[in-house]
Each structure stands twice: as C-alpha cells, then as structure tokens.
C-alpha cells in the first residue's frame, strides 16, 4: 500500500463533446455562421409576414362577414324575428373575430326570459342561436289601481274669481253664492262625507290582469294558465304590466324560491299560494286550513321559519282556528284567531 497517494496530481480529462455552436464557429468561421443566422432570420420574417398577411385577409375580406343571424325555434312562443332584429348590428362584422360572449350579452340584456343561451358560428357568413325559456314556476295574478288624474285648473279661473270680489258688494245675490274650491271637490270624490264631518276614502277598484310567472319574475301572457303551478298574486300595482315584464325582481324571486322550499321541508306543510305585496315588501304564504303566514322580505327567511317551527307545536298552533300567523316582528309570533278584531281587519 503506498503511504502517499498522488492521485491529484493526475491531469483531468477533457470533454471531448463540444458545444455546437462552437464545433461550426471552428469549421466554417465567423462569417459562416453569421451567414447561416441571416438565412434563417430571412426565413422567420418571411414566416411572420405570411401570417400577418393573412391575417389582414381574413379581417379585411367580405367573405368572412356575417350576413344573418338564425334563431333556432324550438319553442313557438318565442318572437324570434324581434331578436334577430336587436342583433341585427352585428351584421357586417367578421364572423372569425366575433366573440360569441358579445351575442350573449346583448341577447340576456334585452331579453332576460331566457335561461340558457347557445351561440354557433355557421362558418362562412352565418350565426345560429338556440335559445332556452325560463320555465315559469306559477300562475300570476296581477292587480293594479292607476293614479288619479289630477285635472289643471281652468285659465279663466283666477279672473272669475277677481269678477265676483268686484261684484259682491252691490249685488247681494252673490253674497250667499260660493264658488266651488278645486281641493273641496277633489276631496269629495276621494271620499264620502259623513254627517259629522269626517271622511272615509273610497278605493278605486283594482283590475286583475292574469298570466305566468317565470323563474326571473317575468310576466308570461301568450301561454295558458297551468292548473299544475301554485297562484302568485301581486298587488299594490299602479301600472298594468305588460307582456315579458319583470313583475317581480330576480332577488326577490330567489328570496321566494327559497322561503316556499324551506318552508316545505322544514313545517312539513305544503304552500298552497302566495300573495307578494310591492309596497311593503312582504309575503303570505297560504296553507291548509286558509292559514296565512306573514313574513317580511327584508328578513332572513331561515330565522321567520325557524321561529315558527319552534313555538309551532309546543304552542298546538295546528288545532287552533288561525286566520294568519305574523312573523315579521323580531323575536316575537303574533297569531290571530279567526273571528276577532284581527281578523276583521284582514277582511
């Protein structure tokens, strides 16, 4: 064994493998190779230049351009003439740069009824759309109650009135005469008079406008009422709506949705109909035996629910004779007996 190993003294073997790069900088020097790198310089712009050039020709030629739109009719009630009328600005336009996301929007913004929106490019002029209606989820019972017209005064009304100062102390006719005051008369065919001077204000009647209502709270008029469907009835309308209207607002209708399927699962009671009043921004849900339940839309439906289903059968709510139960005063179930003063006051 030798004491001393020199085994660092060795030379180290150099690689024999060679960058190549370098091995054809060696064998055909440096203008060689600055030769091969313009040649293949040439070759990517020349690539490039072709690709912009078509480019240029696709965006530029008219036989890319789109020239109709078709709307697939599966369902007859959809006016499909009325939407390939809205869509008719992307005429025109190159169909291969046509983001189909731009058709879809323009088509939810006017025409919210659709649940489901599919846009084809028909290549080489043509975009197809196949739409999906939202299904409606009850039959709509609408009431409204137009404002009263209120009639300018006559022009002439101001000169009668200086007419009569200026003839009332000479003729004593007009002493016991009165002239009819604008406000008195408006009042008077607001309400009726009674012999201690009070008044009661007389309603209008509401007219009742029937129709669907759809999963968005659209206003569905060309199709006939469903008998399977539970009845919504909205009130407190001062305008007759009109066919495809919003009735009721998408969160509001989510907030329905939800309230009527928790109600369900968790009372084990089924929601027979519905009435939704605009104003004061509140629900009743009518179950067996004509109960009402009164809960606010402003509230956490869980927390109304939960109240009820709580003090619902300690309390043997189910054997009395309920007119309604009110569940939108915080912590707190009011409910009233039918028959009483309570009641009276629903009537």
Same mark, same amino acid.
């Given at each position: 064994?030798?004491?001393?190993?020199?085994?660092?003294?060795?030379?180290?073997?150099?690689?024999?493998?060679?960058?190549?790069?370098?091995?054809?900088?060696?064998?055909?020097?440096?203008?060689?190779?600055?030769?091969?790198?313009?040649?293949?310089?040439?070759?990517?712009?020349?690539?490039?230049?072709?690709?912009?050039?078509?480019?240029?020709?696709?965006?530029?030629?008219?036989?890319? *351009?789109?020239?109709?739109?078709?709307?697939?009719?599966?369902?007859?009630?959809?006016?499909?003439?009325?939407?390939?009328?809205?869509?008719?600005?992307?005429?025109?336009?190159?169909?291969?740069?046509?983001?189909?996301?731009?058709?879809?929007?323009?088509?939810?913004?006017?025409?919210?009824?659709?649940?489901?929106?599919?846009?084809?490019?028909?290549?080489?002029?043509?975009?197809?759309?196949?739409?999906?209606?939202?299904?409606?989820?009850?039959?709509?019972?609408?009431?409204?109650?137009?404002?009263?017209?209120?009639?300018?005064?006559?022009?002439?009304?101001?000169?009668?009135?200086?007419?009569?100062?200026?003839? *009332?102390?000479?003729?004593?006719?007009?002493?016991?005469?009165?002239?009819?005051?604008?406000?008195?008369?408006?009042?008077?065919?607001?309400?009726?008079?009674?012999?201690?001077?009070?008044?009661?204000?007389?309603?209008?009647?509401?007219?009742?406008?029937?129709?669907?209502?759809?999963?968005?709270?659209?206003?569905?008029?060309?199709?006939?009422?469903?008998?399977?469907?539970?009845?919504?009835?909205?009130?407190?309308?001062?305008?007759?709506?009109?066919?495809?209207?919003?009735?009721?607002?998408?969160?509001?209708?989510?907030?329905?949705?939800?309230?009527?399927?928790?109600?369900?699962?968790?009372?084990?009671?089924?929601?027979?109909?519905?009435?939704?009043?605009?104003?004061?921004?509140?629900?009743?849900?009518?179950?067996?035996?004509?109960?009402?339940?009164?809960?606010?839309?402003?509230?956490?439906?869980?927390?109304?629910?939960?109240?009820?289903?709580?003090?619902?059968?300690?309390?043997?709510?189910?054997?009395?004779?309920?007119?309604?139960?009110?569940?939108?005063?915080?912590?707190?179930?009011?409910?009233?007996?039918?028959?009483?003063?309570?009641?009276?006051?629903?009537?």
């Amino acid at each position: 064994m030798p004491v001393k190993s020199h085994w660092y003294t060795r030379p180290r073997r150099v690689s024999a493998i060679q960058p190549r790069n370098i091995v054809v900088l060696k064998k055909r020097g440096l203008i060689g190779f600055l030769k091969d790198l313009a040649n293949r310089s040439v070759y990517w712009a020349i690539g490039i230049g072709g690709v912009l050039l078509l480019v240029c020709f696709l965006s530029l030629s008219s036989y890319f *351009s789109i020239k109709s739109v078709e709307v697939d009719r599966q369902n007859f009630n959809i006016d499909s003439a009325k939407i390939e009328n809205k869509l008719s600005s992307f005429i025109g336009k190159n169909l291969i740069f046509l983001q189909k996301s731009s058709v879809s929007q323009v088509i939810g913004q006017n025409f919210p009824e659709f649940s489901d929106i599919l846009v084809q490019k028909i290549f080489p002029s043509k975009i197809k759309i196949q739409l999906t209606s939202s299904p409606p989820v009850a039959n709509l019972r609408a009431y409204y109650t137009l404002p009263p017209n209120e009639e300018p005064l006559p022009e002439n009304f101001t000169e009668l009135n200086k007419a009569i100062d200026e003839l *009332s102390p000479t003729d004593p006719s007009l002493l016991a005469a009165t002239v009819p005051n604008p406000v008195d008369d408006k009042k008077a065919t607001q309400g009726v008079f009674n012999l201690d001077g009070s008044t009661e204000a007389v309603e209008p009647p509401a007219t009742e406008q029937k129709a669907l209502l759809n999963r968005n709270g659209q206003a569905i008029f060309d199709q006939q009422e469903n008998l399977e469907l539970m009845t919504f009835i909205v009130r407190g309308l001062t305008q007759p709506i009109e066919d495809r209207e919003i009735v009721i607002p998408q969160e509001t209708m989510d907030y329905i949705m939800d309230a009527i399927q928790y109600f369900n699962n968790s009372m084990g009671l089924e929601v027979l109909s519905l009435e939704y009043f605009t104003v004061a921004q509140e629900i009743h849900l009518k179950i067996n035996n004509n109960l009402t339940i009164w809960m606010s839309v402003d509230r956490d439906y869980k927390t109304q629910i939960d109240k009820l289903k709580t003090i619902y059968e300690p309390a043997e709510l189910s054997k009395e004779d309920l007119a309604y139960i009110d569940l939108r005063v915080k912590n707190k179930v009011i409910y009233c007996v039918r028959g009483t003063k309570c009641d009276k006051k629903t009537d």
